[in-house]
């Protein structure tokens, strides 16, 4: 397959979610498979939608997850700009070619004649849509009114009867009743091109082969090949990708179908402790199919594998247990010096400032107990606390007062301050030895010196533990909590 160039085109409207990023993920992996390029364009045509900080944010999670584009707004690249508002004059000359080429034409109806139709249309109980006054308007009427300083939007001159149908990559052919088609404008009266015209005219000039986009564009993907005809240009091959689901199954996913443990956007995804692999594999499993028993593949991987024919078109359903099984698997598949350089920012956030050394030793206790980057500061954290504050009940042995339990701590404490060498094997014998001499089950008393010496009921092992919080503080938690 011939080098693909491929772009995805997201509006600086709102945030970077799993769907925009299936969506970049796809075109990053037809890029690396073909030795093409991967462009990100801004479409910012919508200037009033336009939210500030949405472009950043969408590049810091680009990034993150390793989608790296090869020309775009910040890196530039032979079709710059990048951004679609200052290539304004641009699309004006295309739309001026179009009405040249008779397949488009000026309109110079005014909004509140426009607004009318549209009462009338709705009153009829039709579809509301533009009524072609202008449309017969003879070229030189137009111009002459245009020359005057008469406002007018410039609109597309769509078939009125037939069909136009065009071919969808994952779907086949899809054929709309042309009677079913607005002249829909292309340039706004203030001279900026809306979205439709400006879209075509960019994937062009980009030289776009392949168009993967979401399915939210199938209705409008009729127009968009009218336009390229139109211009008589060739077409990309498009393809729709398919839309996610609630987890239930029932209903497309929305921000609202989430619990605060779990996120559709890639910027709080990150923050919850996820790795970029883990959404990447999560993500690009919803929608396609890479042919391997392993589920886990690395970008380039993918990118092998990648095939347009194993787009699937149906519905995803997003589902949270399956993201985090493989964020756990993910993370154990990384260094202990990856995972710990990961780990260490979390904890950081958490207002502790592990000593890396230190978390380095760590990190294999927790590296299979964690499910998220987030888990290893609930899991650790008591490694690098001044002191921990284990729950009274939990330094209770069951059945028994607490000055027992008081005098097991205190046995115990005496027990580990005569262990020669403070290595784990070394301590466990002599803690089990002291559990039958108190007549307590092992797995009751090392509950108890957990507790106190971790301040939680979960841990990595005991001993392992202790070894790396030293005797020194492992004895100072243990007088402690007598
Ligand atoms: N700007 C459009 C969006 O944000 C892009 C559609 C396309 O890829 O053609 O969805």
Redesign the pocket.
Known sequence: MPPARV?????P?GRLHIGGAR?ALYNVLLAKQTGGQFILRI?DTDVKRTVPGALEELQAGLRWLGLDWQEGPDIGGPHAPYSQQPRKALYQRHAEELIARGHAYRCFCSAERLQQVREAQQQAKQSPRYDGTCRGLSPAEADRRAAAGEPFTIRFKTPKDGTTTAHDHVRGDITVDNTTLDDFILVKSDGLAL?HLA?MVDDHEMGITH?L??T??LGTFPLHALILRAFGWPEPVWCHLSVFLKPSGKGKMSKRDVTSEQSIYVAELKELGYLPEAVNSWIALMGASFGAEEELLGLDEMAARFDLGNLNPSAARVNFEKLDDFNGKWIRRLSVDDLAARAQPFFEKAGLAPDPALLRRVTPLIQARIVTLDDAVEMAGFFFRAAVAPRPEALAIKGQTPAQGRAALQAARAGLAAVPAWTHADLEAPMRALADGLGLKAGQFFGLLRAAVTGQTVSPPLFECMELIGRETTLSRLAQAE
């Open positions: 772009r995805f085109a997201p509006s409207t969506t479409e979205y879209a168009v986009r979401g939210e564009w």
